[in-house]
């Protein structure tokens, strides 16, 4: 660990669906507390009708429209009000939501037929059917600025056999998608809403959920109340939730013991062991899909979705100055120093957890800073070599910057930081404004959905400019096979060759830490980071 970063505690900023970090302090390291601890859902029996939920959040969601949003503050507030054709469990398995049962798949594997809940309402009154369906699915495909396009796939076509089944028919094999369709790409939209606002639909949202959409004010909250028309009405307990904007995280500690707050998202490290002793409170946490990192814009001079225009910078134009980055980045004393061992030290985007790991997916370049020297002159760079990152101007990202600039002046580097408002930030990434990025990504079941997005040419999350005929190829391959081992192989081939080219330098990987007010039962935290409060309830 060199001196410079005893100095540095941080917070973990959570994703292209994000979220912030958390500042190590005096508690139980990652050996003293690392089971996960889910929540467990709410006996009817013991919770009382009624109440207002309010939920502290670290950062703002972005637009709350399941086809364009990036942010995982969006996905807390869709679970309550877009429900999916599909959803995740605890032990991270796919289950039918919306659906009745997991799509058949034809022999080819160029089509799912996937039946249908009968006598389900939109939030605004209409049918949900096939032909919602299709409509929300065409419209991930078709509208501008979709942040899932590339979830779904070569889809060809969406079929309507009846009210009740729809039928997704591929020009490709795509085995990732059962997985999408647990995610925002599963959200089914109300055609009105979708047909009255169009790409305004954040505006006024209305999908399938045991809450609506009541108001927003930007910046400080978003309320969602009871919807009547929810087909399983009688599960749900609370009469509202608001989700209120509190980005210190010792602030939303300080709220959620005072009564003020019952759920607080991404607790720090430091506030965490304190609040496992507080006998009015518990701490759900488990281990992310996801991973935190840093982004290099490579060719996206033009906006993300646009032709890509290389830049003129030696760090976008060479491999061997984001190696040397790589290489001046402690990755274990960084998650030893400033996370207090909660979080684990990640160098891919597949989780150790994942079934297609492999020891090529979790291979990891050394901590060698004469190396990154030596790779900068071969560069033709000189040292100290200038460059800018832009980062969440939350005070727990903020340490986490700092703790990297400290860290990469051994490696040659001299690390300008540029702190943003968090909507910015995501803003800025999409236009290319930036040369280096701190973000992660909150993770998702299937890897493809940790990767595609991010590095392939296409992706609608490509915000690097990223492109490779070699990894594009491997990742289509992966896409395509439906032989585990075989998409193990071609994974592990792609981190080997995201290691050579580094348009993403990938960091640590977060523990998620929720708290819940014991006055409150039902809330579930799972390995995708979601913050389950649709079916809590106030106990009696």
């Known amino acids: 660990m060199t001196p410079r970063l005893v100095f540095a505690t941080a917070v973990l900023l959570v994703a292209a669906g994000c979220s912030p970090v958390q500042p190590a302090g005096d508690g139980p390291t990652a050996s003293d507390s690392q089971s996960d601890v889910f929540g467990e859902p709410a006996d009817p029996a013991q919770v009382k009708a009624g109440g207002t939920l309010t939920v502290a959040l670290s950062a703002d969601p972005d637009k709350l429209d399941p086809t364009l949003s990036r942010s995982l503050y969006s996905r807390y507030v869709f679970h309550t009000m877009c429900e999916k054709l599909y ?11 919306l659906a009745t049962a997991l799509p058949t798949i034809a022999p080819d594997g160029l089509s799912l037929t996937i039946p249908l809940r009968q006598g389900v309402k939109f939030a605004d009154g209409g049918t949900f059917d096939s032909a ?13 600025g979709s942040a899932r396009k590339s979830e779904l796939g ?47 639909f954040s505006t006024a949202p209305a999908c399938v959920g045991p809450f609506k959409f009541a108001n927003r004010v930007a910046q400080n909250s978003i309320k969602v109340v009871k919807d009547p028309l929810y087909y399983d009405a009688a599960r749900v307990h609370l009469d509202a939730i608001e989700y209120r904007i509190i980005t210190d995280s010792s602030i939303r ?21 304190s609040l496992q002793k507080d006998s009015t409170v518990s701490v759900l946490q488990s281990q992310s899909l996801g991973y935190q990192g840093v982004t290099i814009n490579i060719a996206n001079a033009n906006g993300v979705g646009n032709p890509l225009k290389q830049l003129d910078t030696p760090i976008a134009k060479d491999p061997r100055v984001r190696q040397a980055l790589d290489l001046s980045i402690d990755r274990a004393a ?3 120093s400033i996370f207090n061992g ?11 957890k994942s079934e297609f790991t492999s020891e090529a997916a979790q291979a990891c370049p050394a901590y060698d800073p004469a190396k990154a020297k030596e790779l900068l002159a071969a560069a033709g760079v000189s040292t100290p070599y200038k460059v800018s990152m832009i980062t969440s101007n939350n005070p727990d990202s903020l340490r986490l910057a700092q703790a990297l600039q400290a860290m990469v002046k051994d490696g040659g580097f001299e690390l300008v930081i540029k702190p943003v408002e968090y909507a910015s930030l995501l803003d800025q990434q999409d236009r290319g404004d930036f040369e280096i990025l701190q973000l ?17 040419t296409t992706g609608s999350q490509n915000v690097a400019g990223y492109s490779s005929p070699e990894v594009d190829k491997l ?66």
């Open 87 to 97: 959803d995740l469990g605890p032990d991270a398995k796919v289950v039918p939501q």
């Open 132 to 144: 919602a369906v299709k409509t929300t699915i065409e419209r991930h495909l078709t509208l501008a």
């Open 154 to 200: 070569p889809i060809s076509a969406v079929e309507t056999p009846d009210p009740n089944t729809v039928v997704i028919k591929l020009s490709k094999p795509f085995a990732p998608l059962t997985a999408a369709l647990a995610d925002r790409a599963g959200m089914v939209l109300s055609p009105a809403a979708v047909s009255k606002l169009g790409a305004n």
């Open 253 to 273: 500690a300080a709220n959620l013991k005072a009564g003020d707050a019952q759920v607080a998202d991404s607790l720090s490290s430091q506030d965490a062991p």
């Open 334 to 336: 960084l998650v030893k």
């Open 342 to 352: 909660l979080n684990t030290v990640a160098c891919s985007p597949i989780s150790p």
């Open 440 to 456: 992660g990504w909150s993770g998702r079941v299937d890897p493809d959905a940790n990767i595609f997005n991010f590095v392939g």
């Open 475 to 540: 990742l289509t391959d992966a896409r395509q096979s439906t032989d585990k081992a075989q998409r193990i192989k071609l994974y592990g081939e792609v981190v080997a060759k995201l290691q050579q080219d580094e348009p993403l330098i990938y960091l640590y990987r977060q523990r998620n830490l929720t708290g819940v007010s014991k006055k409150l039962l039902g809330v579930q935290t799972y390995p995708d980071g979601v913050i389950r409060t649709a079916f809590a309830g106030f106990a009696k």
